[in-house]
């Protein structure tokens, strides 16, 4: 409610005062007030998903029928009757607040925009619904299903109101794909500029993103052109904008579990604190700071310290790829004949080489040079590196990496049980 309020404040507030009677011919900065609100509202449209799913799937609690009475089933299985029907009608409210949620994300991704302005409606409501109920605590178990554990037993001792079992290497796919997506200048396997250009020329999309960022923002309510201080989209490709505005709409939330999922699998791994420490700075980067980014129209407004931001973002982006190689290395899972299977040495020593070639390559030599180059925003991964390890970036630089990663965690999920990542809630009052 307090991010969600406060963001809708600073749109209505101060998006009449920056209105330009003749608009400035490129971007300038937008303001620090709305600069600081669109970071609340990216962190309030993360709540919003999910604040949604989590009423989505929770149906309450049933009492339990006392065994020594059997006179009174008849009687409780009415009542029991009555209480889901009188449920099914939230419950149907419920799901159409989280489909009304995932559609409006992707219209919604400024909040000085109509789009963000519904969006701020649609937050306070779902707030007022939440707040209507009873107080929940959210939980997070990880356990490694070759230890025996079972998705289904953590936590049976708590009264839960709804529960989510889902492997790790799934979220990691899930993850790493939206990355791969929208980060489609690669030249291997998938070649995925050559499907937007397709894409593009099929269905007629303007390949001038100005064409395509207003009626994005504007979503064709009003003829108003498009704030000098929101950035345009992809120059080179109108499908990528839309993709790269689709992925965005989710990523966040999907980043900021992945993790939290990963603070708590690494407890029993070496530097627990360390990993912890870097995974509460990601999950806090990808809440409040992700929207300073400016690159590309659906990330953030156009602001003076986006460079800081996207170094910031760029140590995310390696700890997502290597975080739960080491964490399986180290703790030598892979090696278990139930999790890993046929591959589990394969894994074990392939994963642990390739992760100490990207390790070296991308943060090691890359990186620094990058972050050293004039401007340090400047050139390509390959064009930062050494003329003579030039040659190697398409396999050991990060979008290579980014392949091998998804290939690595679809791999994981046909052949090895993996690790189980169970999300419930429970009573706030009730037993931990």
Not at 41 to 51: E, K, R, S, T
Not at 255 to 265: C, G, Q, T
Not at 324 to 343: A, E, H, N, Y
Not at 364 to 380: A, H, K, W
């Amino acid at each position: 409610v307090a991010l969600s309020a406060t963001s809708l404040l600073v749109a209505v507030l101060f998006r009449p005062v920056l209105a330009f009677d003749e608009p400035p011919s490129g971007n300038i900065d937008a303001p620090w007030c709305l600069v600081v609100g669109q970071q609340l509202y990216n962190a309030a449209q993360v709540g919003q998903l999910f604040l949604a799913a989590s009423l989505c799937l929770d149906r309450g609690t049933r009492a339990r029928k006392p065994i020594d009475t059997p006179a009174e089933d008849e009687e409780t299985q009415e009542d029991s009757g009555q209480a889901d029907g009188s449920r099914r009608l939230p419950q149907c409210f419920n799901r159409v607040v989280l489909l009304v949620t995932l559609l409006m994300l992707p219209t919604s991704v400024y909040a000085v925009s109509p789009g963000g302005q519904a969006f701020h409606a649609l937050c306070l409501l779902t707030s007022a619904r939440v707040l209507r109920g009873r107080p929940l605590r959210v939980c997070v178990d990880v356990a490694d299903a070759a230890v025996g554990g079972d998705a289904q037993a953590l936590g049976a001792s708590r009264s839960r109101r709804w529960a989510v079992s889902f492997r790790v290497e799934a979220l990691a796919l899930i993850c790493n794909s939206l990355s791969c997506v929208y980060n489609f200048q690669s030249a291997l396997f998938p070649q995925w500029e050559v499907v937007w250009s397709s894409l593009e020329a099929w269905f007629g999309i303007p390949s001038d993103s100005r064409r395509l960022t207003t009626p994005l923002f504007m979503l064709g309510l009003f003829d108003d052109a498009t704030p000098p201080y929101v950035p345009n989209g992809d120059p080179s490709n109108g499908v990528a904008t839309v993709i790269f505005v689709l992925v965005w709409s989710v990523a966040p939330s999907f980043y900021a579990l992945y993790f939290l999922v990963l603070s708590k699998a690494g407890g029993v791994s070496p530097g627990s604190r360390a990993q912890r420490a870097l995974c509460g700075l990601c999950v806090v980067h990808f809440l409040f700071l992700t929207d300073l980014m400016d690159y590309r129209y659906g990330r953030g407004l156009t602001c003076s310290v986006s460079g800081v931001a996207h170094w910031v973002e760029r140590l995310a982006w390696r700890l997502a790829v290597l975080l739960p190689v080491f964490q399986k290395v180290t703790t030598r899972q892979w090696l278990d004949t139930k999790s890993g299977g046929i591959m589990g040495p394969a894994l074990h020593y392939g994963g642990a080489l390739w992760a100490l070639a990207f390790f070296t390559y991308d943060v090691i030599i890359v990186m620094p040079l990058r972050l050293l180059s004039p401007p340090p925003n400047s050139g390509t991964q390959s064009e930062s590196a050494p003329w003579i390890l030039r040659h190697f970036s398409p396999a050991l630089g990060y979008l290579g990496a980014l392949r091998v990663s998804v290939a690595l965690n679809a791999l994981l999920l046909l052949l090895s049980d993996g690790s189980v990542v169970t999300v419930s809630a429970i009573d706030a009052g009730g037993e931990a």
